[in-house]
Every structure is written in C-alpha cells, then in structure tokens.
C-alpha cells in the first residue's frame, strides 16, 4: 500500500470543516470555524494567508472575526433575513445590524425556540431547525450552567 503524505492526510482530514465555509451563499447564510480549527488546517502563517485569501470578500461573501470563530457570511442574505425577522429579533432583544448580530451569535444563545430555529436556517442547519421546543429549551439549560448564568436558588 501506497503511504499517504501527511500534509494531504491533514488537509483531507479538515475538508469537512472547510465546507461549512464553502457552501455560504444564497442558501446558507452564515458559516464559521474556530481559530483552533484554523491553526490546524494552516499552521504556518504562509499557509494562513492562503487560506485568508480563500475566503476574503468577495461580492455579497464577507468575512468577519467574532470571539473565537472566523465567520463567512452572505451580506446581501443575511441582512434580508435579519429585516424579515426585525420584531422577533427585537423581541428577543438581539440586533438586526449583521456585524452585531454576529457578535451576539457568538457570546450568546439562543434560548427563545423561534429564535433559535431562525438561527438555526441561516446556517442552513436542518438538524437544529427540527428540533422541539423542550430540546431547544433544555439545551438552553444546559447552556446557562456551562457559562456560569444559572440560578442558584
């Protein structure tokens, strides 16, 4: 048997990462990956540049920083989706600005179960968007104890 390169072992071990990436468009909006993720796939700073270079703007395709995630997102899809939405984002008390909402998306959760299936399908994240509202609501509990914001009663 052939012994297989490790760099290309590496870079097709990560492909599945890069196409939630990849795949931001017209049908889904958002993408992100985590900087850890990132100084895997490219851990000399020659080869984080060509990935940077993958992915810098291009059309209604933007990139942004948020916390530990790179985010790819589809401008001109996200900030329809964010107006189409404007009473439950404002309900919720989360932004309809695309930057700030991305900021919020990435330090908060969505704990509201509507909020949490329109976040859900801007991924185009069919997993999520089916879930039932006491999964999302557990979820949310279970979030609220990993960060620390649970109630002691």
Same mark, same amino acid.
């Given at each position: 048997?052939?012994?297989?390169?490790?760099?290309?072992?590496?870079?097709?071990?990560?492909?599945?990462?890069?196409?939630?990436?990849?795949?931001?468009?017209?049908?889904?909006?958002?993408?992100?990956?985590?900087?850890?993720?990132?100084?895997?796939?490219?851990?000399?700073?020659?080869?984080?540049?060509?990935? %940077?270079? &993958? +992915?810098? =703007?291009? /059309?209604?395709?933007?990139?942004?920083? !948020?916390?530990?995630? %790179?985010? &790819? +997102?589809? =401008?001109? /899809?996200?900030?329809?989706?964010?107006? !189409?939405?404007?009473?439950?984002?404002?309900?919720?008390?989360?932004?309809?600005?695309?930057?700030?909402?991305?900021?919020?998306?990435?330090?908060?959760?969505?704990?509201?179960?509507?909020?949490?299936?329109?976040?859900?399908?801007?991924?185009?994240?069919?997993?999520?968007?089916?879930?039932?509202?006491?999964?999302?609501?557990?979820?949310?509990?279970?979030?609220?104890?990993?960060?620390?914001?649970?109630?002691?009663?």
């Amino acid at each position: 048997m052939k012994k297989i390169n490790k760099e290309f072992q590496r870079k097709i071990k990560f492909r599945k990462y890069l196409k939630c990436l990849d795949d931001v468009g017209p049908n889904k909006v958002l993408g992100d990956l985590p900087w850890w993720t990132i100084r895997v796939i490219a851990p000399t700073h020659a080869e984080q540049e060509k990935f %940077f270079d &993958v +992915y810098m =703007e291009n /059309g209604d395709v933007k990139t942004t920083a !948020s916390g530990p995630m %790179f985010v &790819v +997102y589809d =401008e001109g /899809g996200l900030i329809s989706a964010l107006n !189409s939405k404007q009473e439950l984002l404002s309900r919720c008390g989360w932004p309809v600005e695309p930057l700030e909402f991305i900021k919020k998306l990435h330090s908060d959760f969505a704990e509201n179960p509507e909020l949490f299936r329109f976040i859900a399908s801007l991924y185009n994240d069919k997993v999520n968007i089916g879930l039932s509202d006491n999964q999302i609501l557990n979820r949310a509990k279970a979030q609220r104890c990993l960060c620390g914001k649970h109630n002691k009663d």
